[in-house]
């Protein structure tokens, strides 16, 4: 039996437990129902789901959801498109996104090239490769040749990276 202000009440029997949290206008909850006696609390139940709530929204609010960006290409792009391309791909992915990488064929006789489609894939895929690995590997749906990359996470996360930046920055 554990008291209100966390202090060991020994062992005693069940109604002698609700007698007290009756007495202390509190609840009686019972922690570790498989323990040998059974643990048992006296608290104020109602306050003890409402902090649970507000950790678990506190948790919620600091993890920061992926989002899905897109890079869209087609096979005849320019040298100075593609690393526009590419360098935003390393933006979104520095920014802790995933990128889908999409070449599109924009006519069926490009399809007969789809050789091209995949050597442009595969450049993309090596430009980016420092900051991201590649998810879902480059695939042809229809007239799109997609592949999906998800950002490298360093060892500490980006706490690491920014106290790395900041030892970089004072040498």
Excluded: W
Excluded at 55 to 64: A, G, R, T, Y
Excluded at 68 to 73: A, F, G, N, S, V
Excluded at 88 to 115: C, M, P, T, W
């Amino acid at each position: 039996m554990i008291g209100a202000d966390n202090e060991q009440l020994g062992i005693m029997s069940s109604a002698q437990a609700l007698d007290m949290a009756i007495e202390a206008d509190l609840d009686l909850v019972l922690i570790a129902p498989s323990a040998t006696p059974p643990v048992c609390r006296i608290m104020d139940y109602g306050k003890f789901r409402f902090e649970q709530s507000k950790k678990e929204k506190e948790s919620k609010k600091n993890q920061k959801q992926a989002e899905l960006k897109e890079i869209q290409m087609s096979l005849n792009i320019d040298t100075n498109d593609f690393n526009t391309k590419a360098n935003q791909a390393i933006k979104f992915l520095k920014n802790g996104d995933k990128v889908r990488i999409k070449v599109r064929y924009r006519r069926a006789r490009e399809l007969s090239h789809a050789n091209l489609g995949e050597e442009l894939m595969q450049r993309v895929l090596e430009a980016v490769s420092e900051y991201g690995a590649c998810e879902k590997p480059a695939k042809l749906e229809g007239k799109n040749y997609m592949a999906v990359v998800a950002p490298k996470v360093a060892a500490g996360g980006k706490k690491a990276k920014k106290d790395a930046d900041k030892t970089a920055e004072t040498k």
